[in-house]
């Protein structure tokens, strides 16, 4: 299951308190192309995210802008 439309720290705490592992949302990033994806993540992405909560971030789609 993906929790979609994650916007804030506390929505995020309560979604990995309760067993959350893959979020997507304004939290994370606003929409982005598919050619910025790989970098964004790469560069950007706190590894708070993925290390401390066991939260893996969903690829937007391909057609996102």
Do not use: C, M, W
Request: net charge negative.
């Amino acid at each position: 299951v993906v929790v979609e439309g994650v916007e804030t720290e506390e929505q995020l705490s309560l979604l990995a308190n309760h067993g959350a592992h893959r979020i997507q949302g304004y939290l994370v990033s606003r929409p982005l192309a598919a050619a910025v994806f790989e970098d964004f993540v790469r560069d950007y992405v706190p590894a708070r995210y993925a290390r401390e909560r066991s939260i893996h971030l969903v690829k937007p789609a391909a057609d996102a802008a």
